[in-house]
């Protein structure tokens, strides 16, 4: 894959526990060509957790893409004026996010890109962390893979025994569902 003539926004929300799995897609994009431009919640900027300070996360992923990264509602509203993202990312999108962007609440810098970037008619990648999958935002997950230009990195369940409601992407299929949403189609299978 040849990423060199895309500009992919990365929107980073809550979920902590995966932000190491993000990094790595972040990193092979990087590797691939990619300009990404991090889109980071304020949870991840601000929340210090039991797998490592935001502020080092933060860093790691501006030293990876070379770019300070979006971090305000205000920096993320010209993303849709100016038009400037191929295709946006949100990996990983914790339940709350989901549910707010199919309330269409752009209350984050992660969903005031989202929603700036999809008036372009451009496509969003969802890549689900929730331990609500499978209850709550059951319903949010359906509305939104019958939205258009919303496509999902593949998921499944992650700990059906002492989770049965929690899903998580696929975060390594992260690359080939950007060919594929840029391609205007969903890869497949979607549950794996």
Known sequence: MDFSKYTIGFGITGSFCTHEKI?????RLVELGA???PIFSYQTLNTDTRFGSAADFVQE????????GIRTIGQAEPIGPNN????MVIAPCTGNTLAKLQAGISDTPVLM??????RNNRPLVISISTNDALGMNFKNIGA???TKNI?????GQDNYKAKPSSMIAKTNLIPDTI???LEGKQIQPILQ
């Open 151 to 155: 496509y999902f990195v593949p998921f």
């Open 84 to 87: 400037f993202l191929d295709v």
């Open 35 to 37: 300009n990404v431009i």
């Open 144 to 146: 939104l893979m019958h």
């Open 23 to 27: 990094k790595v897609e972040i990193r």
């Open 61 to 68: 992923v501006v030293d990876i893409t070379m770019n300070e």
């Open 179 to 181: 060919v594929s949403a």
């Open 113 to 118: 890109a989202a929603k700036a970037h999809m």
